[in-house]
């Protein structure tokens, strides 16, 4: 009896019951973050994470729901309920793990420099980036914003609600370059033919799914979940299917 009602309590008001229970699984993303996640020309979210997200909702047996929420209130947005999980291309930061707690890394990027090849015909070296004549343009609230500034402090950073309106800056020669995640640069030089990705990473990050804190069952849920999507090797042929070379 002490064993049941001690489980009991311990899995009371986990989040995956309460999803379970409501029969909606609700994920908070920002507008656009190809190939992770963006909109097709129907209005249908598409994208990585979103084929991952349906097989979650698939095992949960519940609808799949997308909140979308500036990336930079995203993480207020979790804590105030607005969504149940943050699955949204999130690099694990020692600063967001004191707001929520990460699951275990799912991809790993890093961040590259975007340059439109028909102003540049070489990147400068970093220490020249470093110059008040250079305009960066980034996604504001993201590690890109946060390498820009701690990299190039003198040079003039544009803040953009989202990658592709910090992109598109750069791909109408409005800004030098972007700083951008690596997976997502790949797809916008892809997009645009005059942007191009610097060669090196300038930051080593991982992505991870952010949930609100103290709630260990929904965070094994989803850790399980990772490592069967990894050990199975789906994590890959969706790598595969999305990521272009
Ligand atoms: N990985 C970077 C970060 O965590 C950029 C994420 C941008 N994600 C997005 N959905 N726009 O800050």
Redesign the pocket.
């Known amino acids: 009896v002490v064993v049941s009602i001690l489980l009991v309590s311990l899995t009371f008001g986990s989040l995956i019951d309460e999803i379970k229970e409501r029969g909606v699984l609700r994920v908070g993303?920002?507008a656009g973050?190809m190939p992770?996640?963006g909109t097709d020309m129907y209005g249908n979210r598409i994208g990585l994470e979103v084929d991952v997200l349906k097989i979650m909702a698939t095992l949960l047996g519940v609808r799949l729901e997308f909140v979308v929420v500036n990336?930079d209130g995203i993480i207020p947005a979790l804590l105030s309920e607005k969504f149940d999980i943050i699955w949204?291309?999130?690099?694990i930061t020692d600063e967001r793990a004191k707001k929520v707690d990460f699951s275990e890394p799912y991809l790993k990027?890093g961040q590259v420099l975007v340059y439109n090849n028909r102003k540049i015909s070489s990147v400068p070296s970093l220490e020249e980036l470093n110059n008040p004549s250079v305009r960066i343009a980034v996604?504001l609230?993201?590690?890109?914003d946060e390498a820009a500034r701690r990299l190039f402090p003198r040079a003039k950073i544009l803040t953009f609600d989202?990658?592709d309106e910090a992109a598109f800056q750069v791909a109408s020669g409005r800004a030098d370059f972007t700083v951008v995640?690596s997976i997502y640069a790949q797809y916008v030089a892809k997009k645009y033919d005059r942007l191009s990705v610097a060669d090196g990473f300038l930051t080593s990050?991982e992505?991870g799914v952010a949930i609100r804190k103290n709630d260990p069952e929904t965070l094994n849920w989803i850790n399980n979940f990772i490592e069967g999507l990894k050990s199975s090797g789906f994590m890959e042929l969706l790598e595969e299917k999305w990521f272009v070379e």
């Open positions: 993303q920002d973050y992770l996640y990336w949204s291309g999130m690099t990027i996604q609230g993201t590690t890109g989202s990658m995640d990050e992505l």
